[in-house]
């Protein structure tokens, strides 16, 4: 006799689901392995494409003229860093001039301004920090006046001394240096 079983279309069901999901995970499996190979092939692709790109730039790079080109780029290059050098340089030689001669017009004239009479300038010589005046004189007490006039003018002068003195045909030629000192920018205005 047969015996009924009320449960077996349940068991085929469950058996036909099994299948559907076997086939799903086959599935995925199967797209997953696809792709990886196409991530692998797309890889090959941009590597065998860089590499031709590498290799017509290489050409273009070594072209007779490109080289020239290079070899011009390449000296400009160096005359360019030489031009700074000397562009350096001149403007180190500008700023030491600058420091260097802070004497104008109106340090000429205080030094002018304090001569006494019967003195005449022969010359006047700049050599920072000094102030060389040749100068002639008919008379030594006109020298001695010039030399007091120069250190109690309120110029900020460190020292001003009177190096040679020669008396030459009735006259006295001699020489004062002053010595730039102190607050320099009250000096020039």
Sequence with gaps: MNEFNFFESYSNKTNNQLNYKLIIVIILI????ISLFYYYYDLNQKKISMISDIEYT???INEPERQKDFKKVSELVDVNAEMKNILDEIEVSVLYL??????NKTLITNVIYEIPVNTYIKLIDFKDPLI??????????????YIYNLKSSGNDYSDVF??????????????????????EDENVK
């Design 30 to 33: 199967s797209l997953a392995f």
């Design 58 to 60: 290489e050409s273009i």
């Design 98 to 103: 600058d420091n260097a001669f802070k004497i």
């Design 132 to 145: 060389n005046i040749t100068c002639i004189s008919d008379s030594y007490e006109s020298a001695a006046q």
């Design 162 to 183: 009177m190096p040679t003195i020669n008396l030459d045909d009735g006259d006295y030629e001699y020489n004062i240096s002053i010595e730039m000192g102190g607050d």
